[in-house]
């Protein structure tokens, strides 16, 4: 293992805490715009995604992400983990902008099919977000990530339950 | 947005393309088990999630791996992201723990149930994955992951297509 | 389209609606029971799959079901539905068996992995369904397909929302 | 156990094989679209779900089915088997679609998200299906059940493994 071959990166976030107790007195809508103009800080697992813009609507997010070396894999490729991070983050972020202050969500599944690998030379890629069904209990949504092209790398769905903020699942 | 929450780490990691190169002369047993032993460097997004231990066996992987702050999401827990690139590292390492030397392979789906939100609190996580089915064309894993008291976090399965290696998948 | 070659099949079943009246007094695991003893009727869907037998332990399900040639595809297999329907069903028990009278159960999501071909000469199938997680609100389970020489034809996963009975779900 | 609720009903098919080794000579949309119009008979499995329509664009398929008492479930709604047969119909439909003469395929994952429960009352269901990605070696699709008001009942996605015709996969 040579030395030679060492790189690192730093990573800087805010306290995640602090930015989801401001969510509570806000709806989602609400909440993920602040983000997304930079009002609240984004969560630190978009911050080791390298996302790098995000816009919400109501009911669809976009996330812009840059893949770095260090989301590398053993095989030489981006791991599958950063499109379904990316995936996840945009169809909870579709479900999170439905709903009204005081109404809290946590993923039950997500599902994730992979149509081809992205290496850094892919360059930035978009994820992208839309609900499929808001119901009172559960939701769903589907989402995809495509490189500046328009070509399609990964795409999936998941489902949210929808409680009460402030309750725990399971 | 106060200056006072912010806080950085540091990841370092080492060419994840030598390594792979290396990965192309041994069977994938041989492959990770040197990774585990430190004899080969981890893959850099296992340095990102925190991995802190590794052993592979035939169609069998575990990695230990402690939650940090900057996994944290938009509201308050450890990203699904975490749980998910967890459950895809062990449960694509089995299978290739069962590859001989030249044959490949590429994720084609990832589906994850979280059951359970992980937290700071939780402490190290053990993900567990293990080989379904090991076929010529496709092979399928599945994986869990717990924490020390063995509470399931959440788990998974995935279908993975094994080809000559080099080629590309899609 | 010759006619020689057209064949039919009488399915029998019981009102449906009678049993799951009944089950609505009874704990899950007891109502189940009394199915696979033929205390209450078998649902028609499992008439249609061909189940020839259940039985039903707490957490734990397996039905054996005999495939027919009017489960086929158009490309001359037995069609996926009938494995996804045979899993959605001892996973869907299996989980059910864990519930106490006043409690019912809604699938929200079911993944199935398909690993190799049943046919009309796979003879009988075995599903095994079993909980992995039981929750207040949600609960998982995974199950797999085998014949009688224990060969693996298809497996899978499904998450059931919980809840206290007579409310539909959504 | 009532001797007056028994009913039962009388499914008439054609011999699946025929057709099947009809298709080996036609493209995939040739051998739907004969299918379709009737030409072809459709599958046995087709004929259980009661489909009684169908149409096949190029990567794109549609069935429209009547729920019968005979598809319910032990809880008096008819059985999720029902729409992921129907599910993985119209998204393997679509992929094959896209196929050339001598090309087959084989449903490698099924992921069906259930979000309202189908009933008598629900009436004819469309179940819709569409290629996402077209791959040499894979493909995925997704699709969706909605009825004659266009609400939505489930929604899913599908890899399919694609190969030289003939050969089995695993």
Redesign the interface.
């Known amino acids: 293992?040579?030395k030679a071959?060492?790189?690192?990166?730093?990573?800087?976030?805010?306290?995640?805490?602090?930015?989801?107790?401001a969510?509570l007195g806000l709806s989602g809508l609400e909440?993920?715009r602040k983000?997304a103009k930079?009002?609240?800080?984004?969560?630190?697992?978009s911050?080791?995604?390298n996302v790098t813009a995000a816009e919400v609507e109501e009911g669809h997010a976009v996330f812009t992400a840059q893949p770095l070396?260090?989301?590398?894999?053993?095989?030489?490729l981006v791991?599958?983990?950063?499109a379904?991070?990316?995936l996840?983050?945009v169809m909870?972020?579709a479900i999170?902008s439905r709903l009204p202050q005081g109404q809290?969500?946590?993923?039950?599944?997500?599902?994730?099919?992979?149509?081809?690998?992205i290496t850094l030379e892919t360059g930035p890629v978009r994820a992208e977000g839309k609900v499929?069904?808001l119901?009172?209990?559960?939701s769903?949504a589907?989402g995809?990530i495509i490189d500046a092209q328009g070509r399609?790398y990964a795409?999936?769905?998941t489902?949210c339950?929808v409680?009460p903020g402030g309750q725990?699942?399971?």
Do not use: K
């Not at 070396?69 to 030489?76: K, Q, R």
């Open positions: 293992m040579s071959a060492a790189r690192s990166h730093t990573f800087t976030w805010q306290d995640p805490l602090t930015a989801a107790a969510g909440y993920l983000m930079g009002d609240l800080p984004m969560p630190p697992i911050v080791l995604m070396e260090c989301h590398y894999n053993p095989i030489g791991h599958g983990g950063f379904a991070t990316l996840d983050s909870a972020c999170h809290a969500y946590t993923t039950l599944d997500l599902n994730t099919h992979y149509v081809r690998a499929v069904h119901g009172a209990r559960m769903t589907e995809r399609l795409h999936g769905t489902t339950m409680f725990s699942h399971g």
